[in-house]
Nanobody, 122 residues
Framework: VQVVESGGGLVQAGGSLRLSCAVS???????????MGWFRQDPGNQRELVAT???????NYADSVKGRFTISRDNDKKTVDLQMINLKPEETAVYHC??????????????WGQGTQVTVSS
């Protein structure tokens, strides 16, 4: 299984970015993806939840991003996106994609991407 993020970069405070994440390497009809989400981590801090979305499209957001970030997914393409607007300097971090995947021969597992850097300048 591979989880690959893209879309990070440098943006000024108040700007926007869209992150994308794609899952590959699972077998259609045998393996399945449940919740997908985005987490972030900056040096010296623990990884924190940004947003998650269930397989049925129910979204959950950290209080700090409500109204500014929107998470969406495409179950057929096995992708999850995070649209971020009005970004703040304190949101500079490495953003990681997470997918909870059931594999027929392994059961449930948490799969993480390597992360994509988001830098918000003041």
């Amino acid at each position: 299984v591979q989880v690959v993020e893209s879309g990070g970069g440098l943006v000024q405070a108040g700007g926007s970015l869209r992150l994308s994440c794609a899952v590959s390497g699972i077998s259609r009809g045998i393996d399945s993806i449940d919740t997908m989400g985005w987490f972030r981590q900056d040096p010296g801090n623990q990884r924190e939840l940004v947003a998650t979305i269930s397989s049925r499209g129910r979204a959950n957001y950290a209080d700090s991003v409500k109204g500014r970030f929107t998470i969406s997914r495409d179950n057929d393409k096995k992708t999850v996106d995070l649209q971020m607007i009005n970004l703040k300097p304190e949101e500079t971090a490495v953003y990681h994609c997470n997918a909870k995947i059931f594999r027929f021969n392994q059961g449930w597992g948490d799969y993480w991407g390597q992360g994509t850097q988001v830098t918000v300048s003041s």
